[in-house]
């Protein structure tokens, strides 16, 4: 059973510039959820989507936001970067949620903004 | 006020000793509670779940639940350096949709 994949692994862009990560669950997971991970601040929930509606929300700004189709893959944009966006973002599926369910995670993106 | 509150440490301990990590919540009605382990420069995962009062064994893992004292603890008997990582505490809230909340991690150094 494939795991949960996460493209691109490494990338790198400049303040201003937006970015889109993308992450393919585990076959018959259908929520996805997206965290932010930066030394000192564990992880900061971004959003969680279910069956492509948007089920959970963190206290990010509105450049963050992402969506889910209908095979369950689901994108992360981040637009009008910051040099604090700079971080490793993973995401995590689960078959029924992130509060029911254990959470299977990716290798994550790890975005430098310079 | 942070709602999972774990120290931070490090906690260090030898080879074989037992190593305890806890883990505090806030939401009383709180109904899941996570243990993930996340090596340097690896993603987080799964340690234990644990969703009634008491222990759960697995191997050398216990979880502890205590709803009443809104406490989660992991204990690793037998610690080997390989168990050196980062495990974060997570704690599903109740009501619609069930968010899940992270603590911060311990950070746990096993010497040889």
């Known amino acids: 059973k494939a795991g949960v994949t996460q493209t691109p692994r490494y990338l790198i862009k400049t303040r201003g510039q937006q970015v889109t990560l993308s992450c393919s669950p585990i076959?018959?997971?259908?929520?996805v959820s997206w965290y932010q991970q930066t030394p000192g601040q564990g992880l900061q929930f971004l959003f969680e989507y279910f069956s492509e509606t948007q089920r959970n929300k963190g206290n990010f700004p509105g450049r963050f936001s992402g969506r889910q189709f209908s095979n369950s893959r689901s994108e992360m944009n981040v637009s009008t970067l910051e040099l604090g966006d700079s971080a490793l973002y993973l995401c995590?599926?689960?078959?029924?949620?992130?509060?029911?369910?254990?959470?299977?995670f990716g290798a994550g993106s790890r975005l430098t903004v310079l | 006020q942070k709602e999972v509150e774990q120290n931070s440490g490090p906690l260090s301990v030898p080879e074989g000793a037992i190593a305890s990590l806890n883990c505090t919540y806030s939401d009383r009605g709180s109904q899941s509670f996570f243990w993930y382990r996340q090596y340097s420069g690896k993603s987080p995962e799964l340690i234990m779940s644990i969703y009634s009062n008491g222990d759960k064994e697995d191997g050398r893992f216990t979880a502890q639940l205590n709803k009443a004292s809104q406490y989660v603890s992991l204990l690793i008997r037998d610690s080997q350096p390989s168990d050196s990582a980062t495990y974060l505490c997570a704690v599903s809230q109740t009501g619609n949709n069930r968010k899940l909340i992270w603590g911060l991690g311990t950070s746990l150094a096993v010497n040889p």
């Open positions: 076959s018959g997971h259908r929520s």
């Open positions: 995590a599926s689960s078959e029924q949620g992130a509060g029911a369910n254990v959470l299977t």
